[in-house]
Every structure is written in structure tokens, then in C-alpha cells.
């Protein structure tokens, strides 16, 4: 899910929001000034200097609209990279060998513990099972997937992040802990969603949210869930497939916002079928995309398949459908089946 701040909005200079400017000039202020009392301490230490003055040039390029521009090409630098460090000077295509390195490894490390955050395979509680597919688009993915047993049942939590790469896997990672961290603390639904919610806006920049659906089902097949500005949440029975559309905004957009409640009861093998943008903005060779109707066509098809037929049925018919075109965002999919 690409954010409406755009690659040229945060990393172009004389069109970067005020937002953003303040945000950032705020950051390298409070950067400065925790060096100079370092440098004071550790008056020798040359790298410390150094530091500093790679704070005042960058705070030069903000004052000068030059911010974000790529010494080499002069086009601008990822989006993703500033806001995790508003210090680098160069794009993607103009790092240096050890830099290209390095950031490689980075990621690989990253990749690394996202897989390490996501639910077992093989994952099931009484009365539900549980199977999902998880394919970033690069190394690492903005999509958040994460099932927490909890209060006698468990919670179920889809989400994609604003923007892609590093900072949007960031954003991922924070977002588990925080969800990690609220469900050992018993919260009623809209009150969990409430903390995470103000939690979430204090601790990301502007422009940073995420859409997401949270719910919590119960041992009976009771289901509470909340739809966070993310796309609808599928219901598949015997009668057909009910779409379930977002009833509030995404995550991380207003510190005030209070989420609205729904329910649902799944009867003994009904299936809750969640998925991120990264399957419906699949596109095929003409720039169609494969869109949510057709989805729900499939699920209405295939109802009543095991949960992993289900998904290899979803991904094949996706894959044939975009004819080979490379993958432009992260895919997530999660089905829930309750089993008796």
C-alpha cells in the first residue's frame, strides 16, 4: 500500500509538505543537540564531529530546498530511507559498493526476523484452524499478519502499512509488538484498538498509518472485529460469501478516532477469508486489475476447500491472471475455518 506521501512530497525538496519539513527539521534539531552534549564529554573523539556535521548539512538542504535530492542523479532519494535516516545524501542507484553491501545485509537480517514474527504454519485452537500466505514483494513487507490466543479464544490481525520497504517494515514490526503487548492485557475490542490506535500515532512520523482488520473470535464461533479502512473481510457459508466493508478509518490517522464494533457467527465449517491490496491491484498485462468482485467470485466457487486449497486456489488463479508481470506489492492472505 503506497502512502499519499509520495516518493516527490518527502523527498523533493522545495515540494515536501510543511509537515514533513517540521517533522524533520525537529528530529535533526533534537539529533544536534544530543551530540553537542556528547561532543562536550567526548571532545577528542572525531566521529562525533563528523556526526555533527553531517546534522548541519543536512539541516542546510532543508533551509535551502535542496533536501532529498541525490548528489549524483539529482533525482530524489527513496522516501522510505529519509524517514529512517534524514542524514543520507544519495539514492538507491548511487551508493557506493560497501553501502550497497551493507544495506543488503540489513535487509537480509530484517527479512529474517519478520519471518520470525509471523504464526506457525500449522496454526489451530479449538473449534478454528488457521492457514495464511505471506509474500513480500522485496525483502521485507509492510503486511502485518499476527493470530494471538487471548481471553479463551484468540485474535486475528491483517494489516498492510503505508508505503513500502524499510520503513513500512518497520512500521510492521512496531505494530506487532504493540498488539503483542495490548492482548496480554485483556482489553474489551474497541478499547485494545483505542490504546493501539494512540499509541501508533504517537510513535510514527506524518503520513505514516496502516489499514487493518482486528477481530476476536470465540470458542461458540462468535466473531467481534474492527475494520480499519481495509479492504472488506469476506464471510464464506453454504449461502454464499458476505463482503464486510470497512466501517472506520485506518490506523495511525487520528489519535481521537474510536472504532465501531461488528459482529459476525460462523457456523461449523464457515470461513473468514482476509487479504491485503497486494492480490486485488494485481495486474494483468493491459493494467487490469484483478479487484475484489472477481475474489469473491473464486470464494464463492470454492467455499467449502479446506483452508490451504483455498489459498493455492486463489494464487493460482492470481498468478495466471497477471500473465507472469512482477509483483508490486506485498501479499498476504489468511483464512480462518472454524472447524465444530
Known amino acids: 500500500m503506497d502512502s499519499p506521501g509520495t516518493k516527490q512530497q518527502i523527498g523533493g525538496g522545495g515540494n515536501m509538505a510543511t509537515t514533513e519539513i517540521s517533522y524533520l527539521r525537529n528530529e535533526l534539531g533534537v539529533r544536534r543537540q544530543r551530540l553537542l552534549e556528547v561532543s562536550r564529554v567526548q571532545a577528542s573523539d572525531a566521529s562525533l564531529r563528523q556526526l555533527l556535521d553531517s546534522v548541519d548539512a543536512a539541516l542546510s538542504r532543508l533551509d535551502h530546498g535542496t533536501f532529498g535530492i541525490c548528489e549524483q542523479c539529482h533525482e530524489t ?4 530511507r529519509l524517514i529512517c535516516d534524514p542524514l543520507v545524501r544519495f539514492c538507491l542507484d548511487h551508493l557506493s559498493r560497501d553501502e550497497q553491501r551493507a544495506l543488503e545485509n540489513d535487509l537480509e537480517m530484517a527479512a529474517k526476523i519478520q519471518r520470525a514474527l509471523l504464526p506457525r504454519s500449522d496454526w489451530a485452537i479449538d473449534g478454528w484452524r488457521a492457514r495464511y500466505h ?5 525483502l521485507v513487507s509492510g ?15 491483517l494489516g498492510d502499512v503505508a508505503g513500502k520497504g524499510v520503513a513500512a517494515s518497520m512500521l510492521m514490526s512496531h505494530l506487532h509488538a504493540t498488539f503483542r503487548t495490548l492482548a496480554g492485557q485483556h482489553l474489551p475490542l474497541p478499547v485494545l484498538m483505542d490504546h493501539a490506535n494512540r499509541l501508533f500515532c504517537e510513535s510514527t512520523a506524518a503520513g505514516q498509518y496502516a489499514t487493518m482488520i482486528v477481530g476476536s473470535a470465540s470458542g461458540d464461533g462468535r466473531v467481534e472485529y474492527v475494520s480499519a479502512g481495509h479492504l472488506p473481510l469476506l464471510h464464506l457459508s453454504p449461502s454464499g460469501v458476505q463482503a464486510h466493508d470497512a466501517t472506520g478509518v485506518p490506523l495511525g490517522m487520528f489519535s481521537s478516532t474510536h472504532f465501531h464494533v461488528c459482529e459476525a457467527k460462523l457456523e461449523a465449517g464457515d470461513k473468514l477469508l482476509l487479504f491485503t491490496d497486494g492480490l486485488t491491484e494485481m495486474s494483468d498485462g493491459t493494467g ?9 467470485e ?5 467455499a ?3 483452508p490451504h ?3 493455492s486456489t486463489c494464487l493460482q488463479e492470481v498468478r495466471s491472471f497477471a500473465s507472469g508481470a512482477k509483483q508490486a506489492d506485498d501479499l498476504t492472505l489468511l483464512v480462518l475455518h472454524r472447524t465444530h
Do not use: M, T, W
Not at 148 to 155: K, M, S, V
Not at 298 to 302: G, I, Q, V
Open 77 to 80: 532519494i527513496e522516501a522510505d
Open 134 to 138: 505471506y509474500q513480500p514483494a522485496n
Open 143 to 157: 503486511d502485518y499478519c499476527d493470530l494471538i490466543e487471548a481471553n479463551g479464544g484468540f485474535l486475528f490481525l
Open 288 to 296: 487490469k486489475e484483478y479487484g475484489v468482485a472477481r475474489l469473491q
Open 298 to 302: 473464486l470464494a464463492r466457487h470454492h
Open 304 to 306: 467449502a476447500s479446506e
Open 309 to 311: 486449497a483455498l489459498l
